[in-house]
Every structure is written in structure tokens, then in C-alpha cells.
């Protein structure tokens, strides 16, 4: 996996939460940045782990899985239900 400098993984970060520290700043959270498919893996492997919410969950699964460019054939073998209309 390439490693990511401050600013692209800034530029790439795809949960950004703002909320006041224990010293009263303001702290930026930039979570599962996702600028290639090596970083889209990953971050579909860690996401159960996170402190993240369901919405959250889903926005990180879709952004990776459109950044691995899985297809109908691929989630199929995958085992991944598709939504119907």
C-alpha cells in the first residue's frame, strides 16, 4: 500500500467529524481515506472495527467498493446482494 501524504489523505478522507477537545480546541477527525484499491481493501477490512455509525459504515463500504470497481459478476461471486428498485 503506497503511503499518503498529509494532504492527499486529507483531500481523500472520507468521514470528517469536527468536535471540541478535552482543552477546548477544535480537533478535525479525518477517517478511511481512500484515493486507491489497496486503501479501499483495507479499509473494507477494518471498518466493523471502527467507532463509526451504520450511515457512516455504508458511505466508507460504497465509496470502496466503487474504488475496487466491483461488478455485477464480482459481487455475485462475492455474494453481494445487489438493491432492487
Known sequence: MAKLS???AKGTATIVRTHKGKSG???TERKFPIPDAAHA???MARIDQSDLS???KR???RKARTKIGLTPKI???LGIKSKKK
Open 41 to 43: 481493501r483495507n479499509a
Open 25 to 27: 480546541k477544535t480537533i
Open 6 to 8: 498529509t494532504k492527499r
Open 59 to 61: 458511505k466508507v463500504a
Open 75 to 77: 459481487r455475485q461471486v
Open 54 to 56: 451504520g450511515a457512516e
